[in-house]
């Protein structure tokens, strides 16, 4: 059987990341060979957890004002008043870089930078002083017209040969105040806004310039879901990963995407499994792949906001009732799992899951010979990752009901 995926790890390259390549699972297995279950099962759980931990730093910069701070915020997923929160406001708040920290991804950090455009404002010195090296990308933040200080901070980025994205902010209010006009035309509205930065900086030779319309108070209108899907496409694939975990889930486009990137570490977690499979302690194999079936369902709730902390969080914004919003949650999964020993031995490797999920996964799973096969650990995990996107997607629309 292990000969029969020889030739998948001779198919990954660097580039595709989400495939464990050979050197990795010899490793592993030599690793896990002469440990105790509990032991092997957390090693696994380190391994898989790896690649959510890259880091990503953006920095967001822009006019004092112009609505950085809400902007990271939001991005977090957050509200302005939780814990955590950039502080927002009419004066100006933020002086020095600060790092804030996704709340679940700590790996991933938004960077609120002072602001910019005052009048003695040196792109040079600015960036110096900000480290720009730092930053994976920057996001660089309008709320009114293109300036020269915008102009500037692009040419100074450009040089520094980092990547920038454009964003004119406060969307919402800008309609606001052209919807009091007589011949309101939104579309019309959203061009012009538009159109003035993506002069500017074609005026200072940007090829093909994007701006990207967003209002940090309502994340999910506007052109958030094309931001965040330029991001991806243009980071690093190990890089993307990170991004794609930490976005919040507040489209029912973004949820899909999140359900593709890990449709596509399933191979990597089933060909893990089918490694470990060859070792020679077979309850231990069967284990592992319920450890790590259950592992990567606890996962999935997480990236979708399905876990209690999050379900609070959407709670609170949205008002309504958690018990409201679990009731539309239809994945067997999605409800408690509690069965004796497994549940013991998965509690041991720092696995927080209860009985019934282990029952509810076991009854799903069909089991050949003492470990579970590859395809039934990829089967069973596309299945439940089906399941809870379906969830996500039906907690948001309730949400906004
Ligand atoms: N209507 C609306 N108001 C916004 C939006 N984003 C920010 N604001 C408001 O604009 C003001 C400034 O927002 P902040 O996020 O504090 O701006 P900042 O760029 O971090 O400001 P400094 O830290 O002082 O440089 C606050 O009163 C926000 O509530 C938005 O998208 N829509
Ligand atoms: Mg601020």
New binding site residues.
């Given amino acids: 059987m292990f000969l029969h995926f020889t030739h998948l790890f001779k198919m990954s390259t660097s580039e595709d990341y989400s495939v464990i390549t050979q050197e990795e699972l010899e490793e592993l297995k030599e690793c896990i060979s002469t440990q105790d279950l509990s032991s092997a099962v957390d090693t696994i759980k380190h391994f898989l957890d790896q690649q959510d931990r890259v880091e990503l730093n953006i920095a967001v910069t822009?006019?004092?004002?112009?609505?950085?701070?809400?902007?990271i915020n939001a991005f977090r997923g957050l509200g302005?008043d939780d814990e955590d929160s950039?502080?927002?406001?009419?004066?100006?708040?933020?002086k020095e870089p600060k790092a804030y920290k996704h709340p679940k991804y700590k790996n991933m950090k938004l960077w609120?930078l002072?602001?910019i455009g005052t009048l003695n404002f040196k792109a040079h010195e600015y960036l110096k002083r900000v480290q720009f090296e730092r930053y994976d990308f920057f996001i660089i933040?309008a709320s009114d017209r293109f300036r020269e200080c915008h102009a500037d901070l692009v040419k100074e980025i450009k040089r520094m040969k980092k990547n920038f994205y454009f964003i004119r902010?406060?969307?919402?209010?800008s309609i606001d105040a052209e919807r009091r006009k007589k011949n309101f035309d939104e579309k019309k509205t959203l061009d012009n806004i538009r159109e003035d930065c993506v002069n500017g900086l074609r005026g200072i030779g940007v090829e093909d310039p994007d701006v990207f319309l967003?209002?940090?108070?309502y994340l999910n209108n506007y052109d958030f879901n094309s931001l965040h899907e330029r991001m991806e496409t243009e980071l690093p694939q190990h890089k993307r990963h990170v991004l794609m975990l930490t976005v919040p889930n507040i489209t029912t486009e973004i949820i899909e995407r999140k359900k593709k990137a890990l449709e596509k570490n399933i191979l990597r977690v089933a060909l893990l499994s089918a490694g470990v499979a060859v070792l020679p302690f077979h309850d231990l194999s069967f284990f592992v792949d319920i450890a790590l079936i259950v592992y990567e369902i606890q996962k999935y709730k997480t990236v979708f906001g399905l876990d209690d902390e999050s379900l609070q969080r959407i709670s609170e914004r949205s008002g309504k009732s958690i018990k409201f919003l679990k009731s539309e949650m239809k994945s067997v999964v999605c409800e408690e799992i509690t069965a004796g020993s497994i549940i013991l031995l998965l509690r041991q490797s720092s696995l927080k899951v209860t009985e019934s999920t282990v029952r509810r996964v076991l009854n799903c799973i069909p089991i050949i010979g003492s470990g579970i096969s590859f395809v039934s650990v990829s089967n069973t995990l596309k299945t439940f990752l089906n399941e809870i996107a379906e969830d996500a997607k039906n907690v948001l629309l309730a949400s906004l009901k």
């Fill in positions: 822009g006019e004092s004002g112009s609505g950085k701070s809400t902007f302005d950039a502080e927002t406001g009419e004066v100006e708040t933020t609120d002072p602001g933040i902010s406060k969307i919402d209010s967003i209002s940090g108070r």
